[in-house]
């Protein structure tokens, strides 16, 4: 299994799907593909914990104390924007593409840990605190929108703020 220390997701138009360019722990990079079906499944999934930890979000927040709606729809616009700028990982055409088909989802007590898995039997495992999995939720979100695939698909106060407050082509 690839231990993903690093991941740029973008929204692909010809092949209608993000691609994660992932850097493993050992420096391979790896192109994973999700689908709309799969992400949408992923997504609710990853809200409802993030839901369920309201206490711990506004923590996350800086110490802000807005109401839970708030914070909710701020997944987008606050965590976006406040991720350090870093370089994107480059895919070639020579690294492994692979389709994920499934994804598991391990809550813990610090975060989740997310496992990629393939038809071919390739996993990739990546790890996030609260904090991170909001954010995540959020890039999610604006690629979502940038593929303009249909928003009733995700958790209804993800898409509380408007589409246009991101443009973006690559986020990390």
Known sequence: MYSLKKVTAEFIET???IRLSALTADDKTLALWLTQRLLSRLITHLAKWLEKNPADLSKALDSES???PELHGSVKKSDSASLPDQTSV??????????ITEVD?????NGIALIL??????NAEISFTLSEAR???GML???????E????LLPQWIGDNSPQETSTNIIH
């Open 15 to 17: 092949e209608d799907r």
């Open 66 to 68: 807005n109401p839970q």
């Open 90 to 99: 480059k895919i070639k055409k020579s690294d492994e593409s692979i389709l």
């Open 105 to 109: 989802v391990k809550f813990g007590d």
């Open 117 to 122: 898995k393939s038809e071919k039997e390739t």
């Open 135 to 137: 954010q995540w939720v």
């Open 141 to 147: 979100h604006s690629l979502w929108h940038k593929a």
């Open 149 to 152: 695939w249909p928003s009733s």
